[in-house]
């Protein structure tokens, strides 16, 4: 495996440098991470590519990938089977999360569903959500995180970010590393006025749920969104309404529309004023 990610992580190089990402298979863009398609043996991974950060990052990094693992399981929350890799191509190591692509995305099983499939599943995921959340153990819930196994089992998917804290109430993931993909000169805003906020609400069921409904718009699925509400509902307190779902998804697309304009504009100073590689992968547009 890791020599197929060495392989790998020099066609990103080379995509980097040149822009062009035909050697490249992009499943899709998380907050922190690019997911890419890798085929090893004959089998289709998932491998989600960290932004760089420190050598001495990466013990804490895997501990706290382990706990947050080993808590979710133990809140009822099955997990995609998931591996650290750390790749050395002659710069900087870069981490790799491994996760073999064998179950169904749950966005891809609503968008065929019958009506009454749609509520069972969307009950059931909510219970899921709603009793893994509390102040200790986070989930960033959204649709697209989930799966389902052959059995119709939930599957959580996105576990590159551990939204786990300790005794003391801190998060166990070095939050710079949340802030990594972020042109250099907005981490220390959001680090003061917004890191705090932004990681809150995966602790708060109601805010998961609020994420997750409002999201189902960008996944083509606003059909969904009256069940999923009306389920929701029955855990949370007030009531999310319908108005409130539509400011969430305008704030929330703004804002990533934002947010990847000042990515954009931070690759393009790294690239023709300081001649230097930009090291993320970003998204072309996105729409919303």
């Known amino acids: 495996m890791n020599r197929a990610l060495v392989d790998l992580e020099q066609r990103v190089g080379e995509a980097l440098v040149n822009d062009d990402r035909s050697r490249i298979d992009v499943l899709g863009y998380g907050e922190i991470s690019t997911v890419l398609r890798l085929t090893v043996d004959g089998r289709p991974y998932a491998c989600k590519r960290l932004p760089p ?14 706990a947050y693992l080993v808590a979710l ?52 995921l909510v219970s899921v959500i ?37 005794d003391a109430g801190d998060e ?53 969104i009256t069940v999923f509400r009306e389920a929701a509902n029955r855990v949370v307190d007030p009531p999310i309404t319908n108005k409130e779902i539509d400011r969430y998804y305008r704030n929330d697309a703004v804002m990533w529309e934002v947010l990847q304009q000042l990515r954009r504009t931070d690759r393009w100073w790294q690239r023709s004023v300081r001649r230097r590689s930009y090291p993320v992968l970003l998204p072309g547009k996105v729409d919303r």
């Open 53 to 66: 950060f420190p050598e001495s990052a990466i013990g804490p990094y895997r501990e706290a990938c382990t």
């Open 73 to 124: 399981g133990e809140r009822g929350v099955r997990t995609a089977s998931s591996t650290i890799e750390i790749v050395q191509t002659g710069g900087d190591p870069v981490i790799y999360c491994v996760q073999p692509i064998e179950n169904v995305l749950l966005v891809d099983r609503l968008r065929t569903a019958g009506s009454d499939e749609v509520a069972a599943l969307a009950h059931r």
């Open 130 to 166: 709603a009793e893994a959340i509390d102040d200790r153990l986070g989930l960033d819930a959204q649709i697209s995180n989930w799966a389902l196994d052959p059995d119709g089992g939930f599957v959580y998917i996105d576990v590159t970010t551990p939204l786990i804290r300790d």
């Open 172 to 224: 166990m993931l070095d939050t710079d590393l949340f802030l990594a993909s972020l042109p250099a000169f907005l981490r220390p805003v959001i680090r003061r006025f917004l890191l705090g906020e932004i990681l809150g609400h995966y602790y708060d069921a109601r805010a998961a749920l609020l994420d997750l409904i409002g999201n189902l718009k960008k996944e083509r699925l606003a059909g969904a």
